[in-house]
């Protein structure tokens, strides 16, 4: 059904695959484990099963890719990616997302009874390390969300009335206008 073409050099193996002729552009796979041999399997379709020989390697692939894929789907439902020349910025935030993500889920697999959801699990590492930070800097977290004085060491945001957007007690007045 499919049609594959393969290079190897010493132990590394290059290998085109495509799976119908109308397809495209050819899958590319780069492997120093898997081999170029056909292999068969049974898939239903319609109710009909059907032998399709495929190269073991892109069967290997299949068989075990779930991982990987699921987890950069998970990654990327709440990343926060930004426009940014520094690239390393992007990487760092990415690396930040896996380990907020790996901790979700030890946090699911160790919690018996109700879990709390992903975005509420995220909200709550934000409030921690918030709290925490101002506690550091000798702050009271209630008092800095109601205070809005230029003068002021005190950081925070208020909810102007009768708006949906928040203004920053750092650069604005008393009475909520810019400076």
């Known amino acids: 059904m499919g049609e ?8 590394m193996l290059l290998l085109a695959y495509r799976e119908k002729k109308s397809q495209r552009k050819n899958v590319l796979l780069l492997s120093t484990h898997g081999t170029a041999a056909n292999k068969t399997s049974l ?33 990327y439902s709440y990343l926060d990616e930004r426009r940014t020349v ?9 690396i930040f997302a896996r380990m907020v993500l790996n901790a979700y889920i030890l946090y699911q697999h160790n919690t018996k009874g ?3 959801t992903r975005l509420k699990f995220i909200t709550s590492i934000i409030q921690s390390i918030t709290t925490e930070w101002m506690a550091e800097k000798n702050m009271n977290p ?16 208020r ?11 750092v650069c604005s ?3 909520g206008r810019p400076v």
């Open 142 to 157: 209630e008092s800095s969300l109601s205070h809005t004085s230029r003068d002021s060491t005190v950081l925070g945001i």
């Open 43 to 75: 898939i239903r379709r319609r109710n009909q099963e059907m032998k399709v020989e495929k190269p073991a390697l892109v069967h290997d692939y299949n068989k075990y890719m779930g991982g990987i894929d699921v987890s950069d789907m998970m990654v």
């Open 159 to 169: 909810k102007l009335s009768g708006r949906r957007e928040k203004v920053c007690v």
């Open 114 to 116: 109700k879990v709390m």
């Open 173 to 175: 007045r008393v009475d």
């Open 4 to 11: 594959y073409k393969y290079l190897r050099n010493r132990e």
């Open 86 to 94: 520094k690239y390393w910025k992007k990487v760092v935030f990415s």
